[in-house]
C-alpha cells in the first residue's frame, strides 16, 4: 500500500462546528487530493494540489478549504459543517510522471 | 453534467461468469481510461488501464476493451471470484497542464459474485 494515512479515521460532529481533517504521505508525491464518497455519486473531487502552497478547485468545493504547508501534509477544512458535508472522505496521491492516484483509507465524518 | 456514465449500477453473477461494466464518456480530450476496485471500508484501488491508443488490455482474469469511435470502453472479469466481489469505478482523466491529472469518475457498479 502507498503510504497514505487519515486522521481521524471516523468523526461526529454538530452542524456549524469547524472541523479539519488530515492527510499524510510518506511517498513524496507533488500531488495530492480529496474527494468525497457519496451513495448514487461515486467520487467526486472537492480541491486538489500540485505543490506546498499550490491548491486549486474541484467540482465541489464550495463550503471546503485546504491548505499545504509541507509536501507530506494536506489538510481539508470544513469551516462551518453541514448535514449535506456528512461523507466519507478519501485522499488521494499521485506523482508528476505517472497518471495513477493512490487513495487513502477515507475519513468517515457524520454531522448532526 | 455528467462526464462519465457507467451502467450497471450493482450486478450479481455466478462464480466463474463473466460480469461486465460498461462505461460512456462525452470529452474526446480525455486520453486516460482507469478502473478502480473498492472494497468495503477500503479507498479505491487501481484495477487496470488503458489509453486510447490500443482497443483491449488485458491483466490476468480483467479486461478492458475500448471504443473510440463510440466513446465507450467497458471492464470484463473472466472467471468471476466470491473475491471479487466489490464496487468498481471507471474514470477517465486528461492532461489539464503540466503534469497534472485530474479524474472523472462513474458512479460506480456494485458487483457481488455468488459462490
Known amino acids: 500500500d502507498a503510504g497514505i494515512t487519515q486522521s481521524p479515521r471516523h468523526k461526529v460532529t454538530e452542524t456549524g462546528t469547524p472541523v479539519t481533517l488530515r492527510c499524510h504521505q510518506t511517498e513524496n508525491h507533488r500531488y495530492m487530493y480529496w474527494y468525497r464518497q457519496d451513495p448514487g455519486h461515486g467520487l467526486r473531487l472537492i480541491h486538489y494540489?500540485?505543490?506546498?502552497?499550490?491548491?486549486d478547485k474541484g467540482e465541489v468545493s464550495d463550503g471546503y478549504s485546504v491548505s499545504r504547508s509541507k509536501t507530506e501534509d494536506f489538510l481539508l477544512t470544513l469551516e462551518s459543517a453541514t448535514s449535506s458535508q456528512t461523507s466519507v472522505y478519501f485522499c488521494?496521491?499521485?506523482?508528476?510522471?505517472?497518471?495513477?492516484?493512490?487513495f487513502g483509507p477515507g475519513t468517515r465524518l457524520l454531522v448532526l | 453534467q455528467q462526464q462519465v456514465k457507467q451502467s450497471p449500477q450493482s450486478l450479481i453473477v455466478q462464480k466463474g461468469g463473466i460480469p461486465i461494466i460498461n462505461c460512456a464518456y462525452e470529452n474526446t480530450a480525455f486520453d486516460y481510461f482507469p478502473w478502480y476496485q473498492q472494497f468495503p471500508g477500503k479507498g479505491p484501488a487501481l484495477l487496470i488501464a488503458i489509453r486510447p491508443d490500443v482497443s483491449e488490455k488485458k491483466e490476468g482474469r480483467f479486461t478492458i476493451s475500448f471504443n473510440k469511435s463510440a466513446k465507450q470502453f467497458s471492464l470484463h472479469i473472466m472467471d468471476s471470484q466470491p473475491g471479487d466481489s466489490a464496487t468498481y469505478f471507471c474514470?477517465?482523466?486528461?492532461?489539464?497542464?503540466?503534469?497534472?491529472?485530474?479524474?472523472?469518475f462513474g458512479k460506480g457498479t456494485l458487483l457481488t459474485v455468488n459462490p
Open positions: 494540489s500540485y505543490g506546498v502552497k499550490d491548491t
Open positions: 474514470a477517465a482523466s486528461r492532461n489539464s497542464g503540466g503534469s497534472n491529472y485530474k479524474l472523472t
Open positions: 488521494a496521491i499521485s506523482d508528476q510522471v505517472k497518471e495513477t492516484q493512490y
